[in-house]
């Protein structure tokens, strides 16, 4: 068994070969595999415990919910541990390019949280296949089917990812304790939406400008399957996706910063 | 091949390497010595491209800066602690960064890894995490490797296997940079000896030249003591006396003997005293330190 990372030295091979040496360390890892169980079981979890219907069928029994503060976890770990371990030295040394090493990173942790978002997807399906009758092409909310909510709720879950992931990178190079990026993680899955909207109620004249707090994104995962958190998040459609890329866009911009000023 | 010239490196405000200029050429063998905190690990930092510094690295006339480090794909280094993945096995952390397949092989051999290279690097015990990274270090085929503390943790068959490795890589031209505080280690494969203190450079000498320079003393045995006594002291010559056997000033030697014979007193030995490599270094250390006070 023998692998060749390092061989090419064009620009766009290593981009590539960045790429394949971070996905081959990200598989290796317990945590990425540790994450896939995790979001299994809590899915599992959450049909033994709460009533099963079509409303856990369009948040696919809690993992819209989990997959996010998974990401942190996991995200937030990768990039710890490079430095942890002192590995960062050789990573940085033999690139020149550090962007790279970021965006190599933030690449892999992207493409996991699709994998959870097919894992929790198929997993729907087959819990929605032994536990419940409604047929995908029920009508449920405003001649919505079950299906193009659902649908809906993955998009939206792939691009809140985006900004979770550049959220926990930016996180962990300012903190730099993955344990308080996780914890952090957690307080937003479950207080940040809540917050927000608090916030909003308590001060109905800000709203225009509140409406753009970061703790308003995640709305993005129901929104996009049910347009009627609009009246929630305050955000339309395409603002509430305009939002989550442009925080996505300065969360890359800082966290890259700091990740090039920082010392090893 | 390597130019450090003029460099100074700074973390945050503080600045932690000054005016620091030295060559490697291909082959050789360097010392880096130098008490805790001197700079040591600063100064190799930097000539990886990691630390913030002006003046000029050059390696193969390809300049090396923070952002720039195309120069170092043949440089090999291992930087205070092994950097290993823990969840990888030894193989797969070679792997990594290994060109040729073959190569890895040949080292994880040389070094005696095969029994468990294959095995998840987290449960290795300190010196084999410490070989493992040298053998990183090593892959490629480097010009140039940089070694902090490598002997770190290793096991006496092991410093040898290491100590033979070195001497082969250089014979081929690959030139090594190695800190160490066992001077006696160093000594045993340094060709050059670059001595730091506070961040500057305060010898770069060939190994030979180094230890001509600072032999501090001659060790004198006459036929009779008191006699020596009595003529040294009259000539004005410092020594000084312990049992039978005089030290004296190399310096002297040769009045010494003019002396004696004069008065037929017999040499029965004039040695100089190899004083040991570490008494020079700390002797140089001292003096500096007393020349630093001096300039306050
Ligand atoms: N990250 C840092 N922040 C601030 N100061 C630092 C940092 N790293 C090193 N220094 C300072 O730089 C100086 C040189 O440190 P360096 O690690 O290069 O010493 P060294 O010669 O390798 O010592 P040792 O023999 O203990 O390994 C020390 O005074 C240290 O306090
Ligand atoms: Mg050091």
């Known amino acids: ?264 | 091949m390597l130019v450090v010239q003029n460099v100074n490196t700074y973390i945050g405000r503080k600045q932690i390497i000054t005016d620091a200029t030295f060559k490697i050429h291909p082959g050789n063998i360097i010392g880096l010595i130098g008490p805790n905190g001197a700079g040591k690990t600063t100064l190799m930092k930097t000539i990886l491209g990691l630390t913030k510094f002006d003046g000029q690295i050059r390696l193969n006339q390809t300049t090396v800066t923070e952002n720039q480090h195309a120069a170092l794909i043949n440089v090999g280094a291992l930087i205070e602690h092994p950097a290993i993945y823990p969840f990888l096995t030894g193989q797969q952390n070679l792997a990594l960064y290994a060109h040729d397949p073959a190569d890895c092989q040949r080292l994880i051999s040389k070094l005696e890894m095969t029994a468990y290279i294959h095995d998840q690097a987290k449960g290795y015990s300190l010196g084999m995490k410490q070989k493992l990274g040298i053998a990183i270090a090593l892959l490629n085929n480097p010009q140039l490797v940089i070694l902090d503390e490598p002997m770190n943790g290793l096991d006496v068959e092991a410093t040898i296997g290491v100590r033979r490795l070195i001497h082969q890589y250089a014979a081929q031209g690959t030139a090594f940079l190695i800190s160490s505080h066992i001077l006696s280690e160093l000594q045993k494969v340094m060709t050059q000896v670059i001595l730091i203190n506070h961040g500057r450079i305060i010898v770069d000498q060939p190994i030979a030249e180094f230890e001509q320079l600072h032999h501090q003393a001659y060790r004198l045995h006459t036929e009779n003591s008191q006699l020596t006594v009595k003529f040294l002291s009259r000539h004005h010559i410092q020594y000084t006396l312990d049992g039978g056997t005089f030290q004296v000033n190399p310096k002297n030697i040769f009045e010494i003997q003019d002396i004696l014979s004069a008065q037929h007193v017999h040499l029965k030995e004039l040695t100089p005293i190899s004083s040991s490599f570490e008494q020079i270094v700390v002797q140089l250390l001292h003096q500096q330190r007393g020349g630093d006070q001096h300039h306050d």
């Open chain 1, 1 to 264: 068994m023998s692998f060749n990372f390092y061989i090419n030295n064009g620009v766009v091979t290593s981009i590539m070969t960045s790429l394949r040496a971070e996905l081959f360390k990200f598989n290796h890892q317990r945590s990425a595999l540790a994450g896939i169980l995790i979001l299994i079981l809590l899915m599992v979890y959450s049909v033994l415990t709460t009533k099963v219907d079509s409303t856990q069928v369009i948040f696919e029994f809690g993992a819209v919910q989990w997959i996010p503060i998974i990401m942190i976890a996991v995200g937030s770990t990768f990039f710890a541990m490079e430095y942890q371990n002192r590995t960062i030295l050789i990573l940085l040394y033999k690139n020149t390019k550090r962007w790279q090493i970021y965006w190599a990173k933030l690449m892999i942790v992207w493409l996991y949280s699709l994998v959870l978002t097919v894992i929790a997807t198929l997993l729907t399906i087959v819990l929605k296949f032994l536990l419940i009758r409604t047929p995908w092409s029920a009508l449920i909310s405003k001649h919505q089917t079950l299906l193009t909510l659902l649908t809906g709720n993955v998009i939206g879950t792939v691009i809140y990812a985006l900004f979770i992931v550049t959220l926990s990178f930016m996180l962990i190079m300012l903190i730099k304790i993955n344990v308080a990026v996780i914890g952090i993680g957690l307080a937003l899955g479950f207080l940040g939406a809540g917050i927000s909207v608090a916030l909003m109620g308590a001060f109905t004249s800000l709203i225009p400008i509140l409406r753009w707090n970061p703790l308003n994104m995640i709305f993005i995962t129901q929104q996009l399957a049910n347009p009627a958190y609009a009246a929630v998040s305050h955000l339309s459609f395409f603002e509430i996706i305009g939002g989550n890329l442009s925080y996505a866009a300065i969360f890359i911009i800082l966290g890259y910063g700091l990740f090039k000023k920082r010392r090893i």
